[in-house]
């Protein structure tokens, strides 16, 4: 059995107080989720440590992600923020690769080898972004684009590390643009993504986490989450909004 996962993506949204708040309506919303579903939230980076506090002191069954990290361990690295420091703060996975930091901040394969090796020695477990821009799909290029995502940087892992790797497969077209890829396209990239997996790591794709994110809500949640390759979502706006964001947990 696949673990089910549903994380959120808070990007660039809420301050402290705010965010704080949400996770009070998390924490009263998930007292009665008993659907073996593991709830992950990656709030903004000035949040983590006071959220990531508030979680373990209440017993609140949310685990702790980051958005991002830095491609260096430690030092004079101005503005950046390490995995060991996301791991002290309290996290547990790191989202790594979006599409919107690929796209804006030039995030490459190159540094995402490195920032996820820094993520896994720091013992937590990387959510690793792939997916095709429109025009990549309108071209019919998607499986291409999204198998050398994969090969370029999870291929050069160990299987005992690839263990440990989560698979976020968000489609650039589906992100928050209230489109969303049917539950039949998000199933055939899903299998598709296992398939690239297993090539390399024959032992280890079966069990891999694969979710699906781009405007995932309640009323779309449980019809993608039906299918055999799709192990939860990564949610963007609708997670902003905790009864929505529980609707989807609850959608399994
Ligand atoms: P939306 O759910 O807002 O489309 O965002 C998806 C996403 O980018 C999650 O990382």
Known sequence: MRRKIVAGNWKMNTVLPEGEMLVKQLEFLTKDLDNGVELIIAPPFTHLVTVGKYLSENGVKVSLSAQNCADQDKGAYTGEVS??????????????????????????????????????????????????RLEERESNSHFEVVSAQIKEVLYKLRGV????????????????????????????????????????????????????????????????????NVDGGLIGGASLVAQDFVAIAKSF
Not at 119 to 128: C, R, S, Y
Request: glycine residues 8%; contains cysteine.
């Open 83 to 132: 995995a060991a420091m996301l791991r002290n703060a309290g996290c547990k996975y790191v989202i790594l690769g979006h599409s919107e930091r690929r796209e804006y901040y030039g995030e490459n394969s190159e540094s995402l080898l490195r920032k996820i090796n820094l993520v896994l020695n720091e013992g937590m477990q990387p959510i690793f972004c792939v997916g095709e």
């Open 161 to 228: 590390e690839l263990a440990n790797v989560i698979i976020a497969y968000e489609p650039v077209w589906a992100i928050g643009t209230g489109k969303t890829a049917s539950s039949d396209q998000a199933e055939e990239m899903h299998a598709y993504i296992r398939r690239v997996v297993a090539d390399k790591f024959p032992d280890y794709a079966e069990n891999m986490p694969i979710l699906y994110g781009g405007s995932c809500k309640p009323s779309n949640a449980q019809e993608i989450f039906s299918k055999e």
